[in-house]
């Protein structure tokens, strides 16, 4: 299916951190997005409701009012912690289903596999796609470190401070320089927005590095120059740091790019303080020394909760403080930070061997 | 079943490392191992085959001679990389069920979810125990800070280096001395032995802090002085590691201890070196720092490949370089490093807060 037209499912959570995966699909995917159902903006458009999307789309209160606009899709864009589906949209995705809509779901609980929902699929004749639906097990094999491409890791300082966002940018700002650049999807709504990719996050523990591997080995991807994988969680996330680290392992990157988010203190639900950008960047560059070396060659800076001014001073804080390149690369663009981090990941490297 | 009586399915593999499973089970499990099958050992002793068990159970060529020596179990005692059954070890399991032995199994690939074991245990009533069948989905918390028990966390430079059988005689020493220690166990050989526990590698990668944490927060430990937590893999594991950092963070430990093998210089199979101790010590410290601070606070040396001169040397050197105890808990018996720790882990740690 080529031409999506998204229904996009948030009750009660479209304006929120929760929904990133619907604020992802409207700002990067190709689909096009023909209503937002949040009865808590009905009435309104995307723009009023999340103001950093550049989206006219109309905001409706039900399935029912969503259907008259013609979408193909029904997007699950709620990403609630734990991913289990929350009870009250049960009712809304059987009515999708019962319209004859493709549903697409990031949750981890996998829709396909409840009963009710194939069983409705089944009649209506319609496909559920669990975006997250693992990969058949392979375990890490180190073939990571053969491939031809140079291969840049976002990493970051928290879950949703924008590693996604930052890797699109700047495979954007790749492309306009006629540098082959392809974007990794390994969260739900950068395989929504890619068409393809691995949910690391759903993948068993022991096959996590494997199951990025196989996205970097892939030979989609052989002839690019340049593979910028999307990043996941932090290095001090007390509960999702292990696909962090599976994802450094796993993609044996040339180099990374650290995405921090300007003002944010404390990981996510948790009392764990963020690490401050020099920090983050010390501790990836010491996990990769003991495997493969990799330098943190530009820190994009989220600056989104800051205006012009003060996102000017943290932007050269963070210089000052690192010693490299930074810049928001949604507020200014990614041209200025992709040229300036050319140099650092210039070539490929080697991993260790002993 | 409180009194199992084990064969243990292992052909062509018992002296390998990948027997480790039967290995331990023999070596700490209260279940009596009654034989072995292993065509290339037949009619030898455990302890000829692996001189390090003190055991005199036969070894024999197949499953029909092991059924005359009324087993009651099947341990399927080998771990092959990613966890994969081998094909011939099927004809041997179907003839287990058929002779109504309950099948013990810590592969990856559940065996009960294969139609034709579940087919042939339906028809004979016999059990099989996936030891690595994940509990249901949780997120880590941060209820594991809040425990009463001292959490102790084993971590090491490699798998298959020592640590669950650190962690075993370092529970042992402890209860000598009166304290209630338990061990918490986290892979399948471990589980194997305590009769409970969980795999954190069969786990989905976004719930593996959050089964461990449950392990730590079981009221059924509750009232104990000190949980040894059995650590997996290594920091610098190209594959595993997300394994380990998951252990790290979800057990959220007071202390470590470092388990090394003293002569490995590469990761398994892997090209990537083995970190020296005094590294190893400073990536887990760094990494615990970033949460909830833990400190090494004893090393205990695998110097299985080394005669007792060069084992007393190779101690020493450890122990001037990492100005820790050192032990070989094996060779020399865990009192002594047991006792030099105990300054080390006797008060509960804070996380950190921000």
Same mark, same amino acid.
């Given at each position: 299916m080529s031409a999506r037209r998204y229904a996009i499912?948030?009750?009660?959570?479209?304006?929120?951190?929760?929904?990133?995966t619907a604020h992802g699909v409207i700002a990067y995917a190709r689909d096009e997005t023909v209503a937002v159902?949040?009865?808590? %903006?009905?009435?309104?458009?995307?723009?009023?409701?999340?103001? *950093?999307?550049?989206s006219?789309a109309?905001?409706?209160?039900?399935?029912?009012?969503?259907?008259?606009?013609g979408p193909t899709s029904l997007l699950?864009g709620?990403?609630?912690?734990?991913?289990?589906?929350?009870?009250?949209?049960?009712?809304?995705?059987?009515?999708?289903?019962?319209?004859?809509l493709e549903?697409v779901?990031?949750?981890?609980?996998?829709?396909?596999?409840?009963?009710?929902?194939?069983?409705?699929?089944?009649?209506?004749?319609?496909?559920?796609w669990?975006v997250?639906?693992?990969?058949?097990?392979?375990? %890490?094999?180190?073939?990571? *470190?053969?491939?031809?491409?140079?291969?840049?890791?976002?990493?970051?300082?928290?879950?949703?401070?924008?590693?996604?966002?930052?890797?699109?940018?700047?495979?954007?700002?790749?492309?306009?320089?006629?540098?082959?650049?392809?974007?990794?999807?390994?969260?739900?709504t950068g395989i929504m927005i890619a068409g393809s990719?691995?949910?690391?996050?759903?993948?068993?523990?022991? %096959?996590?590095?494997?199951?990025?591997?196989?996205?970097?080995?892939?030979?989609?991807?052989?002839?690019?120059?340049?593979?910028?994988?999307?990043?996941?969680?932090?290095?001090?996330?007390?509960?999702?740091?292990?696909?962090?680290?599976?994802?450094?392992?796993?993609?044996?990157?040339?180099?990374?790019?650290?995405?921090?988010?300007?003002?944010?203190?404390?990981?996510?639900? *948790?009392?764990?303080?963020?690490?401050?950008?020099?920090?983050?960047?010390?501790? *990836?560059?010491?996990?990769?020394?003991?495997?493969?070396?990799?330098?943190?060659?530009?820190?994009?800076?989220?600056?989104?909760?800051?205006?012009?001014?003060?996102?000017?001073?943290?932007?050269?804080?963070?210089?000052?403080?690192?010693?490299?390149?930074?810049?928001?690369?949604?507020?200014?663009?990614?041209?200025?930070?992709?040229?300036?981090?050319?140099?650092?990941?210039?070539?490929?490297?080697?991993?260790?061997?002993?």
């Open positions: 499912l948030a009750p009660g959570a479209f304006a929120t951190r929760s929904a990133k159902i949040d009865p808590a %903006f009905a009435g309104k458009r995307v723009r009023d409701a999340v103001p *950093y999307l550049a006219d109309p905001i409706v209160a039900s399935m029912e009012d969503a259907l008259r606009l699950v709620i990403a609630p912690a734990g991913g289990a589906l929350p009870a009250q949209a049960r009712a809304a995705i059987l009515e999708a289903i019962a319209a004859k549903i779901s990031g949750l981890h609980q996998f829709l396909g596999d409840d009963a009710e929902f194939a069983r409705a699929a089944r009649t209506s004749g319609v496909r559920i669990d997250r639906r693992p990969p058949s097990p392979r375990l %890490f094999s180190g073939c990571a *470190y053969d491939v031809e491409p140079r291969v840049v890791l976002t990493v970051g300082t928290d879950c949703a401070v924008g590693k996604m966002t930052a890797s699109l940018e700047l495979v954007r700002a790749a492309r306009e320089r006629n540098v082959d650049a392809r974007f990794i999807a390994t969260g739900q990719g691995t949910a690391i996050d759903g993948v068993v523990s022991d %096959f996590a590095t494997g199951a990025i591997e196989e996205l970097v080995i892939d030979d989609a991807v052989a002839t690019a120059d340049v593979l910028i994988v999307e990043g996941q969680g932090g290095i001090n996330h007390p509960a999702f740091a292990p696909v962090t680290l599976a994802l450094l392992y796993g993609a044996a990157p040339d180099a990374m790019i650290l995405v921090h988010r300007a003002t944010l203190e404390t990981i996510e639900t *948790y009392r764990t303080p963020v690490l401050a950008p020099e920090r983050a960047i010390a501790m *990836y560059e010491a996990l990769a020394a003991t495997v493969k070396v990799a330098k943190v060659v530009g820190v994009a800076l989220n600056t989104k909760d800051l205006d012009d001014a003060q996102a000017h001073r943290e932007i050269e804080r963070v210089r000052a403080r690192t010693g490299l390149p930074c810049d928001d690369v949604v507020r200014f663009g990614p041209g200025n930070l992709y040229d300036a981090m050319q140099a650092g990941f210039a070539s490929k490297v080697r991993p260790l061997a002993g």
